[in-house]
């Protein structure tokens, strides 16, 4: 069976990480059909629009997508390919890596962080001059879906703490609603958890990452709480994604488009890559997925590094090294 992916690289070092995660995704045993679609600034001063339609096609009928980043127009790019692929998940994984230097070397942490609405509804308005509004969207089925996926996520990755993110205390009504579909969710599951304010979160998961494992988030506080993991194991270059939708999805590293690097051929790959070893799992191959993430592991451990990691290498010499690995 062959499977098609809808490649995207975007811009700046997008360019650079994509084409090392399907030299990855070529090194192993399955076989893929890679189309490839332009999205970004540089397109956008090309055409006059960040996402052809012709992207969004392959997008929409891929088995699955691969994103690199976009620089100014990333929201632009990201949030209607979320959409295209019908995603309500969106899946980060921080932890550390053996030999990396890390402020939280114990950190192993995965957000699924709701991918849909909350403050990142885009109903915002100008109410007169000086005064702008939004609108913070919260619906039982968007929460139920991401509270579900999030149980069943840490059942079948062996994660026995799942954490509830919440601002209820405020934000009474959209969070209520968050939290109490989540803790029925919970309940109707039989399922473990504890609950926590967002802000008072921020600062134990700081101190004390070792005592959470999965956090299920509201939109906004998935996007902050994620990046701040992020810190905790060694920076943007490390951390992979997946926006999951029923049937499609589309995987990319959490990282943009890097400008300050881009060039130079010396962007780490590594979040590019395991967020391809993310779409191996989710077409189906764990143990492809496995290997792919053991061989970034052994990489990441004894070099070549990329100099964001320590090292001097290049995002080439990295990249061979894991498909030797493989
Ligand atoms: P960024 O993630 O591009 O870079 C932040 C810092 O981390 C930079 O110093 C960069 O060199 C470093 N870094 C990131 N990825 C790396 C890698 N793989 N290897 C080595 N170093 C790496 O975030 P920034 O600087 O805030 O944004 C730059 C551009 O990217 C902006 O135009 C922004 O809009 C866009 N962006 C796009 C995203 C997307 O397409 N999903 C997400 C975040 C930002
Ligand atoms: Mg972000």
Do not use: W
Not at 1 to 27: N, S
Not at 218 to 235: C, Q
């Amino acid at each position: 069976m062959t499977h098609e992916i809808a490649v995207i690289p975007g811009d700046g070092i997008g360019k650079e990480v994509t084409p090392a995660a399907v030299d990855v995704l070529e090194a192993t045993p399955i076989d893929f059909d890679f189309v490839e679609g332009e999205a970004g600034d540089e397109v956008l001063a090309e055409t006059g629009t960040a996402l052809p339609e012709h992207t969004q096609e392959i997008a929409a009928d891929a088995d699955a997508t691969l994103f690199g980043a976009a620089g100014e127009t990333a929201a632009d790019v990201i949030l209607p390919l979320r959409s295209i692929v019908g995603s309500f998940a969106n899946v980060r994984p921080a932890r550390s890596y053996p030999g990396l230097d890390a402020v939280k070397p114990e950190t192993d942490l995965v957000f699924i962080r709701e991918n849909t609405e909350g403050v990142y509804s885009g109903l915002e308005s100008e109410i007169t001059e000086g005064v702008r509004t939004l609108t913070r969207v919260v619906t039982e089925d968007a929460s139920e879906e991401i509270a579900e996926y999030g149980f069943k996520y840490a059942r079948r990755n062996g994660y026995d703490d799942v954490t509830i993110a919440h601002k209820a205390n405020v934000m009474r009504e959209t969070d209520g609603l968050f939290l109490e579909t989540a803790e029925r969710v919970a309940d109707e599951r039989d399922a473990e958890y504890e609950t926590a304010l967002m802000d008072a979160l921020a600062m134990h998961l700081v101190m004390h990452p070792e005592d959470y494992g999965v956090v299920i988030c509201p939109n906004l506080a998935g996007d902050m709480l994620s990046d701040l993991a992020a810190g905790l194991v060694g920076g943007l270059g490390l951390l992979p994604s997946a926006n999951v939708g029923p049937e499609n999805a589309l995987f990319e590293p959490v990282h943009g488009s890097a400008p300050d690097i881009a060039g130079e051929g010396i962007a780490n790959p590594s979040a590019m890559i395991l967020s391809a070893a993310m779409l191996l799992d989710h077409l189906g191959y764990p143990d492809e997925a496995t290997a792919v993430r053991d061989a970034v592991e052994s990489v990441l451990e004894s070099g070549p590094r990329t100099p964001d990691v320590g090292g001097d290498a290049t995002t080439e010499e990295v990249t061979d090294a894991v498909i030797d690995q493989i």
